[in-house]
T-cell receptor, first 119, second 116 residues
Framework: GAVVSQHPSWVICKSGTSVKIECRSL??????MFWYRQFPKQSLMLMAT?????????EQGVEKDKFLINHASLTLSTLTVTSAHPEDSSFYIC???????????????FGDGTRLSIL | DAKTTQPPSMDCAEGRAANLPCNHS???????VYWYRQIHSQGPQYIIH???NNETNEMASLIITEDRKSSTLILPHATLRDTAVYYC?????????????????FGDGTTLTVKP
């Protein structure tokens, strides 16, 4: 159990367009999901914490108007990269933990990531 | 968040035990130590986690020192498929109304190469 699915796995689009990435917990409910970005040969960088039914919490330096997060249900969070530019090209990864409350004792289960290329 | 320090790379012979160290000297009493690994172009995979006691599962063992300032991940019989970047993370503790609760900050990890 504990499968997290991301869609799409790979997307190429023109500069200036918006791209939506979905993150689904397939066999469990997740009140909290996390979004990461990873550049080549670098580690994962936490972008934001997605909370079901409330606003996302963004890390310092991450533009909330640029990266729109919606967590409308207990199994789905979406990340929309608005007006994407080549510098937004990256590997975007989401994760989710089972349950609610104190998640520190709950493993994060990661999606397989979305590779975004902006031309 | 408590930071972790890991060696950038390690080699291990196939079939031998791989011992991956991690320092987390600023860890707080209620923060868990987690290990994940990432194979190229995939999302990280959960391996194991612990608070104070040593832990073992079907994938690995986790040894945490008594003062909790360091830990070691042990892959008992490494295979070529265990070649990956291994991340040691201290996960923020908290309650539901703590916006930082459950966050994981990834360091640079250890690139483990298992050789035939």
């Amino acid at each position: 159990g504990a499968v997290v699915s991301q869609h799409p796995s790979w997307v190429i689009c023109k500069s200036g367009t918006s791209v939506k990435i979905e993150c689904r917990s397939l066999d469990f409910q997740a009140t909290t999901m996390f979004w990461y970005r990873q550049f080549p040969k670098q580690s994962l960088m936490l972008m934001a914490t997605s909370n079901e039914g409330s606003k996302a919490t963004y890390e310092q330096g991450v533009e909330k108007d640029k990266f729109l997060i919606n967590h409308a249900s207990l199994t789905l969070s979406t990340l929309t990269v608005t007006s994407a530019h080549p510098e937004d090209s990256s590997f975007y990864i989401c994760s989710a933990s089972k349950g609610a409350g104190d998640l520190s004792n709950q493993p994060q289960h990661f999606g397989d990531g979305t590779r975004l290329s902006i031309l | 968040d408590a930071k972790t320090t890991q060696p950038p790379s390690m080699d291990c012979a196939e079939g031998r035990a791989a011992n991956l160290p991690c320092n987390h000297s600023t860890i707080s009493g209620n923060e868990y130590v987690y290990w994940y690994r990432q194979i190229h172009s995939q999302g990280p995979q959960y391996i194991i986690h612990g608070l104070k006691n040593n832990e073992t599962n079907e994938m690995a063992s986790l040894i945490i020192t008594e003062d909790r300032k360091s830990s070691t991940l042990i892959l008992p019989h490494a295979t070529l498929r265990d070649t990956a970047v291994y991340y040691c993370i201290v996960r923020v503790a908290g309650s539901e109304d703590n916006t930082n609760a459950g966050k994981s900050t990834f360091g640079d990890g250890t690139t483990l190469t298992v050789k035939p």
